[in-house]
């Protein structure tokens, strides 16, 4: 038809898998282990509430700051491993994509048991599905964040997923994964700036991590155990 474009991915018919207060989450139409984020509109934003309209109206280049501290903090943790064979415990990103709603991120796909989206780790709490196996994963997080030297300014249960990533058609190992939230978007760059300082912080996030789920946090062995 005139006037198409074909290097546009139509997302405009398909319902988000996700959808937050910046983005929302489209599975990828032509790639089954990929996921495609979109920045929600400016206006889209005004509709949800008088403090968010202010939010939008008033720091609409914050959103892109916030997606530049993603990419940049992205670079710093792949390039501690040029082989590439590290599994890193963010997710993994592949640059941007044009769709028919917006400029879209490319991002891997960390899935469930039945092939969709990997449930949260709030969601597993909530749904009291917390054994043997999502407290090894997440103790494998914790220690693959620390050893990455993640800066991640929103580490939160709603954030980490957890689920199986494909790597050239074959399922990986069950694993935790940051799939949003990670950069300093600190004013004041201190984790950037301090490796002790960021260390500090990735202990306090991931004892409120483990308190969530009646969990204990040991700082000395760097593990999640029953309580």
């Not at 400016?42 to 509709?47: I, K, T």
């Not at 008033?58 to 501690?80: A, I, P, T």
């Not at 500090?200 to 789920?213: E, I, N, P, Q, T």
């Amino acid at each position: 038809m005139q006037g198409e474009r074909p290097d546009l991915i139509v997302l405009s018919d398909a319902v988000p898998i996700a959808r937050g207060f910046e983005r929302a989450v489209y599975q990828d139409p032509h790639d089954p282990d990929r996921l495609i984020k979109v920045l929600v509109p400016d206006a889209a934003q005004v509709q949800g509430g008088r403090i968010r309209a202010v939010f939008a109206r008033s720091f609409s280049g914050y959103r892109r700051f916030l997606l530049r501290q993603e990419y940049r903090e992205y670079l710093h943790v792949s390039l501690q491993d040029l082989s590439g064979a590290s599994r890193l415990p963010i997710t993994h990103m592949y640059g941007f994509v044009l769709t028919d709603i917006g400029l879209g991120c490319a991002t891997q796909k960390v899935a469930g048991p039945d092939g969709g989206a990997a449930g949260t780790w709030r969601e597993l709490i909530d749904a009291g599905q917390v054994g043997p196996d999502q407290i090894a994963a997440m103790t494998d997080f914790a220690r693959r964040m620390m050893q990455f030297n993640v800066r991640a300014s929103d580490l939160t249960a709603k954030n980490v997923v957890l689920g199986h990533r494909t790597f050239h058609g074959v399922p990986g190992p069950y694993e935790a994964v940051l799939v949003d939230g990670f950069g300093d978007t600190h004013a004041i760059p201190i984790r950037s700036l301090s490796r002790r300082a960021n260390r500090a912080a990735l202990h306090k996030r991931m004892d409120r991590l483990g308190r969530r789920a009646g969990l204990m946090w040991d700082r000395n062995t760097r593990a999640f155990t029953a309580t």
